[in-house]
């Protein structure tokens, strides 16, 4: 744990909070003696990172307009870009998992990994506040940062944000209708509703990728080609 703190730059007063971040769901249930897993943490992490972003982006690129700035902040906090920032710091070296998920390649899963960066941004920033949290999520940023654009082409639940937006009273959420499999090869079906009619529903490995492909059903079935 002290070899993480040091590679992440920020000591934790309450190394609970760092024990938590790194549990995946399979070792909290293996454990069973309340033992928690990261999910929430993820789920904190998640709102964290995309306001420091969007408050960054915000403030450094005040010449590019909504949509852009909505396009490079989905490729900034996509499972993609997550994924690698979690190997630069070998996050996956200190996760804490089940032995189904250890022997099945779970240390390098990309969909582990992005969850298990959502988390420790929680952590630290509920050990820390704001500012930790910032700075720890700052020291990722890419220094070509407008090129990240061109890497949302296939986030389809962006597009479908800027499709419905042009309809203010209209709200897209995303809900988690089943999960299936061991922890170590889940699967999720996503519905993604618009103004609670189901308008989309996906299947992937992780919340994240079955989100994205219920987004992506939703664009077809309104005629948009970019979703082909």
Do not use: W
């Amino acid at each position: 744990m002290t070899e993480l703190e040091e590679s992440i730059k920020y000591t934790f007063k309450d190394k609970k909070l760092l024990h938590e971040a790194l549990s995946h769901s399979s070792y909290a249930n293996e454990c069973r003696r309340n033992r928690r897993s990261n999910e929430r943490l993820e789920f904190l992490g998640d709102s964290v990172l995309s306001i420091v972003v969007s408050q960054y982006l915000f403030e450094h690129f005040s010449h590019l307009p909504e949509g852009e700035l909505t396009k490079i902040r989905a490729s900034l906090v996509c499972e993609k870009s997550l994924h690698i920032f979690a190997q630069k710091i070998n996050l996956g070296k200190y996760l804490l998992l089940g032995k189904g998920e250890e022997n099945t390649g779970g240390r390098e899963r990309a969909s582990i990994l992005a969850d298990a960066f959502e988390a420790l941004i929680a952590a630290i920033f509920l050990d820390g506040g704001l500012e930790a949290a910032r700075t720890h999520i700052l020291r990722f940023i890419p220094e070509d940062i407008e090129a990240q654009k061109n890497a949302a082409f296939s986030d389809y639940k962006t597009i479908l944000q800027e499709v419905i937006q042009q309809n203010p009273e209209e709200k897209v959420e995303y809900v988690i209708a089943d999960q299936t499999g061991p922890d170590h090869n889940k699967a999720f079906t996503v519905n993604v509703c618009l103004n609670s009619n189901v308008i989309g529903v996906g299947v992937g490995r992780s919340k994240k990728e079955a989100e994205q492909m219920a987004a992506k059903e939703a664009l077809k079935l309104m005629g948009y080609n970019e979703a082909q």
